[in-house]
């Protein structure tokens, strides 16, 4: 288990993507105070808490950078891996001839503002001794009163995964080549990393025309509420975030496709801790998706704003609990 320490406060922040004047002007509205050159709360018993995808995309990516690591080292703030940190640890990993994460022309556009501001180059990928801290995060963290992870919080995942890690002693070589598909056999590493770092997803009917995604891409799976199911669950009603639903059919989604990301089986629990995300570029009001339910990407690589909740021990998390940079 990634154990979050216990404090009193938590301001958990969404996905930074390269823009750390939003950042700092978020930490400066939550209360944090720039101190040899690392932000800090008065308070001593509240801390930040980061959702992961610090990288790729916006113009600051460096000082993003800059900013979250020396409030993680300074032990102001705590943060988890994104998938885009996943994704660059990929990118630079060589194995049998080829790299985790294929050097194609979508994946080198996504990575290339971090590479030209980190000083990488697109055959090696980011420089090392920032992939060597991208492996440092953990996939998720939690204790008896919060629970943090960037996309998708599932037991079954979460159990998977702190087997692998212990097995490869962290986020290695190793571990990267195990979590690649095919799904491999000792525990289905490659799909609990995809649950957790970049949600649940089910695919869309054969004969459904190409739905292309909000960058245009056309997709064939589509991401669902993983945390709780509509009494029916149609394809427009299971999309996640909601969106305008043209194309896809008002029928139930085969139970067979449910069940093969554990659901309802593994629905988020009504009675568990809150469960903080981020990953899926919500519009809009900002308000929990279920009482312990937040998603926390507000789409500020997208023209959105950059988003953070404030979860104090004892108090419900309202919209009033939201702070936007913006």
Not at 23 to 31: A, H, V, W
Not at 115 to 124: P, V
Not at 154 to 159: G, K, S, T
Request: net charge neutral; hydrophobic share 40%; aromatic share 8%.
């Amino acid at each position: 288990m990634a154990m979050l320490p216990h404090h009193a406060c938590f301001d958990i922040i969404g996905d930074i993507h390269g823009y750390a004047e939003d950042l700092q002007e978020l930490l400066g509205k939550l209360g944090y105070r720039l101190d040899a050159g690392v932000w800090r709360h008065p308070d001593p018993d509240r801390r930040a808490v980061f959702v992961g995808d610090l990288v790729d995309r916006g113009p600051q990516i460096l000082k993003t950078l800059q900013t979250v690591r020396a409030m993680v080292e300074a032990q102001t703030a705590y943060a988890v891996m994104g998938n885009h940190e996943f994704n660059a640890i990929a990118f630079a990993t060589h194995h049998r001839g080829r790299y985790l994460r294929a050097h194609t022309p979508g994946h080198l556009r996504q990575h290339r503002e971090t590479l030209a501001q980190l000083g990488g180059t697109e055959e090696d990928g980011a420089p090392a001794a920032w992939l060597d801290w991208f492996r440092t995060l953990p996939p998720y963290l939690a204790n008896d009163e919060v629970r943090v992870v960037h996309a998708c919080w599932d037991p079954w995942a979460v159990r998977v995964m702190d087997e692998a890690l212990a097995r490869h002693g962290g986020v290695t070589d190793s571990f990267m080549i195990e979590a690649q598909p095919p799904a491999d056999r000792r525990g289905n590493l490659f799909t609990a990393v995809e649950w957790l770092l970049k949600g649940k997803e089910i695919p869309l009917p054969a004969d459904l025309p190409p739905v292309p995604d909000k960058e245009g891409i056309v997709r064939h799976k589509m991401r669902v509420r993983w945390f709780a199911l509509p009494r029916v669950a149609t394809y427009p009603r299971m999309i996640f975030p909601p969106r305008s639903t043209v194309g896809l059919p008002d029928i139930p989604v085969p139970a067979a496709d449910l069940a093969a990301v554990k659901l309802p089986e593994h629905a988020y629990p009504a009675d568990a801790p809150p469960v903080f995300f981020g990953h899926y570029w919500l519009t809009g009001v900002r308000e929990p998706q279920r009482p312990n339910v937040i998603c926390l990407d507000h789409s500020v690589a997208k023209g959105g704003c950059l988003v953070a909740c404030t979860w104090r021990r004892g108090e419900p998390v309202t919209a009033e609990s939201f702070t936007a940079s913006r």
